[in-house]
T-cell receptor, first 113, second 113 residues
């Protein structure tokens, strides 16, 4: 079993829809949870960051962590064509810079105009 | 700041040749990470440095891979000899302190024929 599982997609939705992206993980030592967005032929960029369980909202984006289920989610409201990208979940045991990150393989998201 | 700089952006080489990838982290960042991304395996951490010292190289695939960081503004990842299975996108990332925010470079696309 891989440490982090993520459906590769592609996930195609119409503009304006609510998007739900998810990851499951197996290592209960993970404490920090992140979502990165990667446009085609670019490096990943940090989108959202949460520590332990709970929700965090930033504009149209909401990150949710359920440590009891080892499940994290990213919700995108009012999705836009510019949101089309690959979304990678990432997690670490310590602070992100201390021990590197374990990534999911990424979900390819397509927002249809 | 120009962000993390990687060179070359593309590299095509023949099996058995030596390949050297270069990275300049963001000024002031004290952590530097090397990742490899493939369709099959996703984004994998190869090695990371703190204050120019290698901390964890457990992700380096085998002895053909080596990484150095001679000073705070420069790092190299070397593959010798290269093999077709090394074909991937190699990313360098840097961060400041124990931080969840890793800033990625644009990557080097390596093709080994």
């Amino acid at each position: 079993q891989k440490e982090v599982e993520q459906d590769p997609g592609p996930l195609s939705v119409p503009e304006g829809a609510i998007v739900s992206l998810n990851c499951t993980y197996s290592n209960s030592a993970f404490q920090y949870f992140m979502w990165y967005r990667q446009y085609s032929r670019k490096g990943p960029e940090l989108l959202m960051y949460t520590y332990s369980s709970g929700n965090k909202e930033d504009g149209r984006f909401t990150a949710q962590v359920d440590k009891s289920s080892k499940y994290i989610s990213l919700f995108i409201r009012d999705s836009q064509p510019s949101d089309s990208a690959t979304y990678l979940c990432a997690m670490s045991k310590g602070g992100g810079g201390a021990d590197g990150l374990t990534f999911g393989k990424g979900t390819h998201l397509i927002i249809q105009p | 700041d120009a962000g993390v700089i990687q060179s070359p952006r593309h590299e095509v080489t023949e099996m058995g040749q030596e390949v050297t990838l270069r990275c300049k982290p963001i000024s002031g960042h004290d952590y530097l990470f090397w990742y490899r991304q493939t369709m099959m395996r996703g984004l994998e951490l190869l090695i990371y440095f703190n204050n120019n010292v290698p901390i964890d190289d457990s992700g380096m695939p085998e002895d053909r891979f080596s990484a150095k960081m001679p000073n705070a503004s420069f790092s190299t990842l070397k593959i010798q000899p290269s093999e077709p299975r090394d074909s991937a996108v190699y990313f360098c990332a840097s961060s400041f302190g124990v931080s969840e925010t890793q800033y990625f470079g644009p990557g080097t696309r390596l093709l080994v024929l």
